[in-house]
């Protein structure tokens, strides 16, 4: 169904930001700057990383067409609590903290639909979160790819992963790249997924997250090499 709220149409009633491309590896802000503002997705796809005290980064989401990033400053987040990244060529909209506080007052239509979209969003990262706590590896990747494929979507049961490798899925699930090399190999041979640049991702995957035992035993005790 389609949004009672064109995104768009609120920028441009509320500020005269206009769209922005970000080129591939491009940062779009970092962790620590100050929290002023919101970004949209128009195209492309947008990384989020945090690194710890002792300089460990974690991938912890991605942000696609349609999505926003870094809406804590609604909340009163002073500073960005993680790096937001383009990984493919984006457009973004910058959007003042000021306009959007502004049209959530004064927009019923654009608060429920704001409010509608960061509920479904924290109801995804706890999502993740108990995936992370709770399932295999090999789950965590199967899910993780159906997440990127959008599978589901606009009644599609096949679909397609732009660029992205292994070693950027590893850390993705918290596990190394031969665990996630071995795993691919394994779905591309029991034809759960094509792959060869991009990844084509076929709905046979859904049994592993459904944890199908047709499918054990999972992984080998020691990883083969990539």
């Given at each position: 169904?389609?949004?009672?709220?064109?995104?768009?149409?609120?920028?441009?009633?509320?500020?005269?930001?206009?769209?922005?491309?970000?080129?591939?590896?491009?940062?779009?802000?970092?962790?620590?700057?100050?929290?002023?503002?919101?970004?949209?997705?128009?195209?492309?796809?947008?990384?989020?990383?945090?690194?710890?005290?002792?300089?460990?980064?974690?991938?912890?989401?991605?942000?696609?067409?349609?999505?926003?990033?870094?809406?804590?400053?609604?909340?009163?987040?002073?500073?960005?609590?993680?790096?937001?990244?383009?990984?493919?060529?984006?457009?973004?909209?910058?959007?003042?903290?000021?306009?959007?506080?502004?049209?959530?007052?004064?927009?019923?239509?654009?608060?429920?639909?704001?409010?509608?979209?960061?509920?479904?969003?924290?109801?995804?990262?706890?999502?993740?979160?108990?995936?992370?706590?709770?399932?295999?590896?090999?789950?965590?990747?199967?899910?993780?790819?159906?997440?990127?494929?959008?599978?589901?979507?606009?009644?599609?049961?096949?679909?397609?992963?732009?660029?992205?490798?292994?070693?950027?899925?590893?850390?993705?699930?918290?596990?190394?790249?031969?665990?996630?090399?071995?795993?691919?190999?394994?779905?591309?041979?029991?034809?759960?997924?094509?792959?060869?640049?991009?990844?084509?991702?076929?709905?046979s995957l859904l049994r592993v997250v459904l944890h199908d035992p047709a499918l054990a035993p999972a992984e080998p005790s020691v990883s083969p090499q990539a």
């Open positions: 169904m389609k949004s009672p709220v064109d995104p768009m149409a609120f920028i441009s009633r509320y500020s005269n930001v206009a769209s922005s491309k970000i080129d591939e590896k491009h940062i779009i802000f970092s962790q620590g700057d100050a929290a002023d503002s919101i970004y949209y997705v128009e195209k492309g796809e947008i990384q989020l990383t945090v690194v710890s005290m002792e300089g460990k980064e974690a991938i912890i989401a991605s942000a696609g067409v349609g999505d926003f990033c870094g809406e804590g400053c609604l909340v009163g987040e002073p500073l960005r609590l993680w790096t937001a990244t383009a990984i493919t060529e984006c457009v973004v909209a910058r959007i003042e903290k000021a306009a959007v506080l502004r049209a959530i007052h004064e927009d019923p239509n654009f608060s429920e639909f704001l409010l509608t979209y960061v509920l479904k969003r924290s109801v995804r990262l706890t999502d993740a979160l108990v995936d992370q706590l709770f399932n295999s590896s090999e789950r965590r990747l199967a899910r993780i790819l159906l997440l990127l494929a959008n599978y589901g979507k606009e009644g599609r049961n096949e679909t397609v992963i732009g660029k992205i490798d292994q070693e950027t899925l590893a850390q993705m699930i918290g596990t190394t790249r031969n665990r996630v090399n071995f795993f691919m190999n394994k779905f591309r041979r029991l034809g759960m997924i094509d792959y060869n640049g991009q990844i084509h991702v076929h709905s």
